[in-house]
């Protein structure tokens, strides 16, 4: 059984499984939390809580692996016009 990573691994699957879990907590938060107005009970207001704070973890992945990703990706300046090297300063071709 694999274990937990932290930030999760970049991959399709996990920014999609993130994204989900983004919007039903968010919809687990509204509800209960327009529950826990109406009602003024106390295990709608825990319920939105954890629902809201499970938001917002999910959002820390997403974003962490958002970071991950661009601090990965390689930028290659962009090269002048006119700053390709000269033929004297070309590497010579092997067996020359």
Do not use: K
Request: glycine content about 8%; aromatic content about 6%.
């Amino acid at each position: 059984m694999p274990g937990l990573t932290w930030p999760p691994h970049d991959t399709d699957r996990n920014r999609l499984l993130c994204r989900g879990q983004v919007v039903v907590y968010a919809l687990v938060a509204v509800y209960f939390g327009l529950m826990a107005l109406q009602s003024g009970a106390l295990v709608p207001w825990a319920i939105t809580t954890v629902a809201l704070a499970a938001t917002f973890v999910a959002v820390a992945a997403l974003l962490l692996m958002r970071a991950g990703r661009r601090a990965t990706t390689t930028h290659e300046p962009a090269r002048e016009p006119g700053s390709e090297p000269t033929r004297d300063q070309r590497p010579a071709a092997p067996g020359r």
